[in-house]
């Protein structure tokens, strides 16, 4: 399994200082943790993708181009990639350019967006966000794995011989999650593909997300890409870790009172008890992380949601010590135990090359190993 960190980037003010972060520092901070996640030895950094305050991340290759230069091992993704507002000539080229530059070290989560004002911003009309989502990725993957492509769809201008550049790094793509809280179309169309299913996991109970991803599995084993077991799935979660638990509690009630996410709402203790945030010592976290397999199965990637509501950076650094220190360790033992060894581990950018060169090196018609396969 991989785990990481995924920031949504919000700029929020610490309601127990009364100060709000510049655009500058909070941007910085980012920078900061990402290359934190390297150093408490976790796998993988995601950025989301903003284009509306209070969020900084509005250029998500250029803070990754970035952190690629400073790191030499982790995988640098994205929280969410607009697929609806974004065109996908500019994600094609961009994240190519990033594979070349990060050795490969690059994947991707596409998302629809739900924040209606974005969406005429960028000339698009939110109610159109999943026909949106379907054709712009169809595109995008053409403009991947053909050198050459002719297109003509509903919401872009044709394209005719058109050549994306750079070209994907050994030719191999970035592996691609799709992202969703609530919208099954978006499950159906990862399972078509066979790409990841990225469940966001922070704001529903356990039994939607189960739903959700039950739903995927089935539908990727149906589209003929393995057994429902070898659907590759992620999860987001949130914690907030202290020693001990009631100091954890004592610590982040401000925040959750007061960020514009959480507050004004159900109680912290009504949200720890109906999502899946964590609030509490490492051992909490670790027991409620274990939890989430029992209701989605074996899975591949475990993100955490820890830079917000206006948590200052050394706190959040703090965290990331505990994390890489007492608990993933705990979680990449425990989750290893009774793991079928039909169970794919989670693609990386070896594993899809070596992938590609055993189907380029069958013979027609010979069954190849799918690039998620077991390693």
Request: charged letters at 20%; proline letters at 8%.
């Amino acid at each position: 399994m991989q785990f990481g960190i995924f920031s949504v980037g919000d700029l929020t003010t610490d309601p127990t200082t009364g100060r709000t972060p510049t655009e500058q520092e909070r941007i910085k901070a980012i920078l900061t943790i990402a290359q934190k996640v390297e150093e408490v030895g976790l796998d993988v950094f995601a950025t989301g993708e903003h284009h509306n305050p209070p969020f900084v991340p509005s250029s998500p290759t250029t803070m990754l181009g970035y952190i690629a230069a400073k790191t030499e091992r982790i995988i640098l993704s994205t929280a969410t990639t607009l697929i609806t507002t974004s065109d996908p000539v500019k994600i094609a080229e961009d994240f190519a350019m990033l594979q070349h530059i990060a050795d490969g070290r690059v994947d991707l989560t596409l998302g629809r967006g739900n924040t209606g004002p974005v969406y005429p911003w960028f000339g698009q009309d939110i109610r159109q966000g999943i026909p949106l989502a379907l054709e712009n990725y169809a595109l995008l993957r053409r403009l991947w794995t053909e050198e050459f492509v002719d297109w003509e769809g509903q919401f872009r201008t044709p394209l005719q011989g058109f050549q994306s550049t750079p070209r994907p790094l050994d030719g191999v793509a970035p592996f691609v999650w799709h992202g969703s809280i609530r919208t099954p179309e978006i499950a159906e169309q990862a399972a078509f593909y066979g790409d990841g299913f990225f469940a966001n996991h922070i704001f529903w109970p356990a039994s939607h997300t189960a739903k959700m991803v039950g739903f995927y599995r089935q539908r990727f084993e149906h589209y003929g890409h393995g057994t429902a077991e070898q659907a590759i799935v992620g999860l987001g979660g949130q914690v907030f870790m202290r020693k001990n638990s009631q100091d954890a509690v004592r610590e982040f009630r401000p925040y959750f009172d007061n960020a514009p996410v959480y507050g004004h709402g159900p109680s912290l203790e009504e949200f720890t008890s109906q999502t899946p945030l964590t609030v509490g010592s490492p051992q909490e976290v670790i027991d409620r992380t274990l939890g989430f397999r029992d209701y989605v199965g074996d899975y591949q990637r475990q993100l955490f949601l820890m830079d917000h509501a206006g948590l200052p950076l050394k706190t959040v650094l703090e965290q990331l010590d505990l994390l890489g220190e007492e608990v993933v360790p705990v979680l990449r033992r425990e989750f290893a135990k009774n793991r079928p060894a039909t169970v794919p581990d989670a693609p990386t950018h070896a594993s899809l090359v070596a992938a590609a060169a055993a189907a380029a090196a069958a013979p027609d018609g010979a069954p190849v190993a799918s690039p998620i396969a077991v390693s």
